[in-house]
């Protein structure tokens, strides 16, 4: 009887972690607890030790928190190093639980799967409701912020484990049968449609990886002729589907959409023109900062508009600055006479921060391709990357890397890293504003900047070697877990937040070591 009610209360405990996810920090972390307190209170601990002797993977895992933990010995900011180790607990409590505790059956772990993937849904469906205005949100002028209850990054990696684990049910013939189907191909167009809303590119891409990945395997070991050639067609034809896409939103990007414009010394009134040959950059294909005549935008503008010109605009942008652009992007000088031409849908999208007419109506993928262009054309030629979400992340690379080479041997130690970054940008005198001076994004260079070269082994050892050791005992649900694991510590600090902490520890330990 006993042992039953332990039983249940670690099922329970599993399934509350699985739907609180996506949902609740908070509520994930309570269920860890008690999951822990369970496993105290089931005692039996001589059983438990011999069952991580047995299994030593488990405690070669561990080794990851323990890193974290021996390196805060080579701390000066103990405060920092303290509240990271918190943030790690369950890297050592998730493992030895789950890796200790009698193991699920398939159908109790269909279940897990099942709620992870209903939490997944609410999670999204909510962002829904709130992207139509029907819950009151501050933040939704950025789409990335309907991701209400946990990170879009982390909830993007959710729905991409979701998407590969609802094919999964569909290929096993599980929940979704018959008419069942439809429901779960329109949950999977749902959540492929949410990555797109909120320009979830970590998810996307990994989306697209793992599963051209798992499709290629499937590939491998059809044996239908025709399947198999069905399948190796997807595979490549995929990516080339996606590079002559890509080729095309550059192409589109550089080529102007006014040729005729030309370089002008003054407007219809008479009025001379400001140029900025040297900056190069463009909208459109068409210079920005050229054909220029600030006294004309600022007495036209005033006609067709309440905001102030040298106020802000709905994005707390600079308006004159988003004017310049959404003129430049209609290959139009920037003049009275331009602005007469516009029309009043166009002075509101202007007013609500659009920078560029093709944005209106663009969906959000082209839309976030577009911008990622700009910013990579703004960069190389020398703009300042604060608030750019990709070039930002190649000033944190070369941060990292600095901080890497100067603690080559034994890091800066697990307190100190956020310093030594701050440290780094004043030093450097780095373009980047205060509010945009973050680490690395890289999970694996900062394990190199905290640990140096002896830690960063431990680390990489710690997490790769039971992957390796037990990959071949592992089923389908951990192989697109680790997938999109290892693909988002290459874009992102994945186990530098509570909610990713949770989700990698938790999906490892319960798909490698917690099922038959």
Not at 112 to 127: K, M, Q, Y
Not at 170 to 196: C, D, H, Q
Not at 380 to 398: A, M
Request: glycine residues 6%.
């Amino acid at each position: 009887m006993r042992e039953n009610i332990h039983k249940y209360v670690y099922f329970a405990g599993l399934c509350i972690i699985a739907f609180f996810l996506p949902l609740s920090e908070y509520i994930a972390n309570a269920a860890i607890l008690l999951l822990l307190t369970n496993w105290i209170i089931e005692t039996d601990f001589v059983k438990k030790w011999q069952k991580l002797v047995e299994n030593p993977t488990i405690l070669v895992f561990i080794m990851l928190f323990v890193v974290h933990l021996v390196w805060l010995l080579n701390s000066q900011n103990i405060d920092y190093g303290i509240h990271d180790i918190k943030i790690k607990l369950p890297l050592l409590a998730l493992p030895v639980i789950i890796g200790t505790s009698k193991v699920l059956n398939k159908k109790q772990i269909d279940i897990i799967v099942a709620v992870f993937i209903f939490g997944v849904l609410i999670s999204t469906l909510t962002g829904l409701i709130i992207y139509f205005g029907f819950v009151q949100n501050p933040n939704t002028d950025n789409v990335r912020n309907i991701s209400y209850f946990v990170s879009h990054i982390r909830l993007s990696l959710m729905v991409c484990l979701s998407v590969l684990l609802v094919f999964r049910f569909i290929n096993e013939r599980k929940f979704f049968t018959s008419y069942k189907i439809i429901i779960a191909i329109v949950i999977i167009l749902w959540f492929v449609g949410f990555l797109m809303m909120i320009q979830g590119f970590t998810g996307l891409i990994s989306l697209l990886i793992v599963g051209i990945i798992s499709l290629g395997v499937k590939a491998w070991s059809e044996k239908n002729k025709f399947k198999r050639s069905l399948y190796f067609t997807v595979v490549a034809g995929l990516p080339i589907l996606i590079i002559s896409y890509l080729a095309i939103q550059i192409n589109s990007f550089y080529t102007p959409s006014n040729t005729a414009v030309e370089i002008k010394e003054f407007t219809e009134n008479g009025n001379k023109y400001y140029h900025n040959l040297e900056s190069g950059l463009l909208e459109n294909g068409n210079l920005i900062y050229v054909n220029i005549c600030e006294k004309e935008l600022y007495s036209e503008w005033n006609k067709r508009s309440n905001l102030n010109l040298d106020g802000a605009d709905i994005r707390q942008q600079s308006l004159l600055h988003t004017l310049i652009r959404y003129l430049t992007s209609l290959g139009f000088s920037k003049d009275a006479s331009s602005i007469a031409q516009l029309s009043d849908r166009d002075i509101l999208n202007i007013e609500n921060g659009n920078t560029n007419y093709r944005f209106v109506n663009k969906n959000n993928v082209s839309k976030r391709i577009y911008n990622i262009i700009w910013q990579i054309d703004v960069y190389t030629k020398g703009g300042n990357p604060s608030g750019h979400s990709i070039t930002q992340r190649f000033e944190y690379l070369k941060a990292g890397l600095i901080l890497s080479y100067r603690n080559i041997f034994c890091g800066t130690g697990t307190g100190d890293v956020d310093d030594e970054y701050k440290a780094l940008y004043i030093e450097k005198m780095s373009q980047l504003d205060s509010q945009y001076r973050h680490r690395a994004h890289n999970q694996f260079l900062t394990f190199f900047v905290s640990f140096g070269v002896i830690g960063a082994f431990l680390c990489f050892f710690a997490f790769f070697y039971p992957v390796i050791m037990e990959f071949k005992f592992a089923n389908y649900h951990f192989a697109v877990f680790i997938l999109i694991a290892v693909l988002s510590m290459l874009t992102d600090d994945t186990l530098e937040t509570t909610t990713g902490v949770v989700f990698v520890s938790y999906f490892y330990s319960l798909f490698l070591w917690g099922e038959k």
